[in-house]
């Protein structure tokens, strides 16, 4: 998903997808990993500044799909939808804002998850440190996800828990077409959010799954400052790398 205007950036001409992340595109990064694992087909949801996010991927092979009307992460994937093959049965959703570090891992790990599980919809996890403003993971005692808490509908002791949603998912087809038209829009922004369907999948008791990478590199960047620590990030990630295949070598 890379559609949205990213207004904190404060850019009129440059998508945020599209800025520089360790002299690469920050979609870039996403893509690049999705390509190395040979995904079949990767669609890229374009609508603001849509000409900087196709001149970035210009030489990926990735098909488009515009969002004319930007009507949330939910509605995005339905105009997503419309570009994906009719023989696909599962699609792995992710955004390109805040998908840069995850890794081929990560990603092959919630795909057999995904498909160990035989759930309508499996979702990662992840913990973080300062988990302000980011949707709360809420459990049973059972260890089962019964809601995804926003900020400010969390209560003090919710608010407490740094387990959230990155919004990184993998659906069934069949799910996302018997669910996606049941999204209500919100009517605060009149938007329809994708994390809508995790709640309407609870409450039709349609199978859900989780892989909880704890403490896993990310970083969300929907500002400038956000851009700098993601930098910062990218550059300790490299030099851990570096130093554990330098001890590794000895």
């Not at 609508?47 to 515009?66: C, I, P, Q, R, T």
Request: net charge negative.
């Amino acid at each position: 998903m890379a559609a949205g205007r990213g207004s904190r950036m404060n850019s009129k001409t440059t998508n945020k997808v599209a800025v520089s992340l360790a002299n690469k595109p920050l979609i870039l990064h996403s893509i690049h990993t999705l390509e190395e694992m040979d995904f079949g087909t990767i669609a890229v949801v374009v609508g603001f500044a849509k000409e900087s996010v196709m001149k970035a991927l210009n030489d990926s092979h990735v098909v488009f799909a515009e969002q004319k009307k930007r009507l949330g992460t939910a509605h995005a994937v339905k105009t997503a939808m419309e570009v994906i093959p009719e023989n696909i049965t599962d699609v792995l959703v992710i955004q390109g804002d805040d998908s840069a570090f995850y890794n081929t891992e990560i990603i092959t790990e919630l795909t057999n998850a995904h498909v160990f599980s035989d759930a309508g919809i499996t979702f990662l996890t992840i913990n973080v440190k300062k988990p302000y403003g980011l949707g709360r993971i809420i459990r049973d005692k059972t260890g089962k996800v019964v809601a995804v808490v926003e900020e400010k509908d969390a209560t003090d002791s919710q608010r407490e828990i740094n387990e959230i949603n990155p919004a990184c998912y993998i659906f069934k087809v069949n799910f996302l077409k018997k669910y996606l038209p049941k999204v209500k829009k919100s009517r605060v922004t009149g938007e329809y959010y994708l994390t809508s369907l995790i709640h309407i999948a609870i409450e039709n008791d349609e199978k859900t799954e989780t892989v909880q990478a704890g403490f896993l590199p990310w970083r969300g960047v929907n500002t400038k400052e956000e851009l700098e620590d993601a930098e910062r990030l990218y550059q300790s990630m490299q030099e851990d790398m570096y130093e554990k295949s330098s001890t590794e070598g000895r």
